[in-house]
């Protein structure tokens, strides 16, 4: 999205200061510090009752994932088909509710349970957020900004829940965190049930009907396949999917290999794998910080694409790289790069896509990403047991670089990254949302 000449940027104020969207982003600010509390509280919550056992915390963590490959897609439909704000509202209470039981789980089985119950009011959570943020501002030129803003609030609360939760569990208890994390989502859903913005699907009206009649609303099974068949409609945002589900086959076994990389590699105590993560968080919390000027120096299609480009090159160095100092250098360049090809993807999903499909766009990218992430992260962990650590490492950033290289080409980007040089012809023109 190119600045007319003479048009100043949008800035952090000038987003906030649209109530609304205010709203959201302290309701969601409120909740991130929470998430963190609970993440680390069930991990360890899981670890005594089930007396230190690894896999049983990785139980906890595929609970977590499953409701977004299960119920995805149906959660995008009645989503699109409901008040975004009521269903933030809705889950919120109720996910205060269900945390509240986990200090009183006597075994293991249960946190399985509460975890994925968990996780299935989030997959209707995430995609009326997505859906909402768009509307509650007053142009599109806002949309980059806004997101910036909650990209770089959600990347300093992981730090500061992080360091919270340590505090929190060490000094009181288990409990005491799974009560705040049930507070915060009071605490988000006042804030959200104040938003005046109209979130509620606009039925068109029937043709021939007179005006004081209502439209039948299209069946459950018929929106369905309108949003699957929407991305077949839409190239950018298919491409989009493809792009991102490419990145995220080497992601997924990136993140399972970098545990092991700190004592394996870089020759350190695994403790401080708490350090890189924080210098990796700096990095991301950078470039969202500098989206808007980076989306118009380089625009979206080649912010993401060099994103993975740089991010692949960045783990391959890893991967022969035996000195911490230059550890915190790669991880602190990795973070960068993971902005870079993430936060630009939503955005641009965001814009192209009309307010009616958004939930069913959001639902169906979580629930396929998901999944690749979930087959992706054993597979690769596997790999390296067999094999070994570093070629393993490389290959997945060599995953990560043609996943760069290919996304160039996908229709949507190609016309980005590689725009005409030669007088355009007649009747074509970039995208005027995109150039």
């Known amino acids: 999205m190119s600045q007319a000449p003479g048009k100043q940027a949008v ?8 109530r609304d969207f205010r709203l959201i982003w302290m309701a969601q600010a409120g909740s991130y510090v929470g998430d963190r509390l609970e993440e680390v509280a069930f991990w360890l919550l899981t670890m005594r009752l089930a007396h230190g056992s690894a896999a049983a915390v990785s139980l906890v963590l595929i609970a977590s994932r499953l409701p977004r490959i299960i119920f995805g897609p149906v959660a995008g439909v009645l989503v699109d088909r409901w008040d975004k704000r009521k269903v933030m509202v809705a889950c919120d209470l109720i996910r205060a509710a269900i945390i509240l039981t986990a200090p009183f789980l006597p075994r293991a089985e249960l946190v399985y349970v509460v975890a994925f119950l968990m996780a299935t009011v989030a997959t209707f959570f995430d995609p009326a957020v997505f859906s909402a943020v768009p509307e509650t501002l007053a142009a599109k030129e806002e949309i980059v900004v806004a997101n910036s803003l909650s990209f770089s609030t959600k990347f300093i609360t992981d730090l500061a829940g992080y360091s919270a939760a340590a505090v929190v569990v060490g000094a009181l208890g288990l409990a005491p965190a799974f009560i705040i994390d049930a507070f915060s989502f009071v605490f988000s859903a006042a804030l959200v049930s104040r938003v005046a913005t109209r979130l509620a699907p606009k039925a068109a009206p029937a043709q021939g009907a007179q005006p004081q009649t209502t439209p039948a609303r299209p069946s459950f099974w018929t929106q369905l396949l309108e949003g699957l068949g929407y991305h077949r409609a839409n190239p950018t945002v298919l491409s989009l999917l493809v792009s991102t589900s490419m990145g995220l086959v080497a992601v997924g076994g990136i993140n399972t290999l970098l545990v092991v990389s700190v004592p394996d590699l870089l020759g350190v105590p695994d403790h401080w794998l708490g350090y890189f993560v924080a210098v990796q968080a700096i990095g991301m919390s950078a470039v969202a910080l500098a989206l808007q ?140 949302q995109l150039d």
Not at 345 to 371: C, D, H, K, S
Request: glycine share 10%.
């Open 11 to 18: 800035s952090f104020r000038q987003v906030l200061q649209r």
């Open 293 to 432: 000027p980076l989306i118009r120096i380089f625009n979206r299609a080649r912010l993401i694409v060099l994103g993975y480009l740089v991010g692949g090159l960045a783990v391959i160095f890893l991967a022969f790289t035996r000195d911490a100092g230059s550890g915190f250098a790669i991880y602190f360049i990795m973070g960068l790069a993971n902005t870079a090809f993430m936060a630009p993807a939503i955005i641009w999903a965001q814009e192209v896509t009309p307010f009616q499909y958004r939930g069913r766009v959001m639902a169906l990218r979580l629930t396929v990403l998901n999944l690749i992430f979930a087959v992706s992260a054993p597979s690769f962990g596997a790999l390296a047991d067999i094999v070994g650590l570093v070629p393993v490492l490389a290959a997945a950033g060599g995953v990560m670089v043609l996943a760069g290289g290919i996304s160039a080409f996908l229709p949507g980007f190609r016309e980005l990254c590689f725009p005409p040089t030669r007088p355009e012809k007649p009747g074509y023109s970039l995208p005027a």
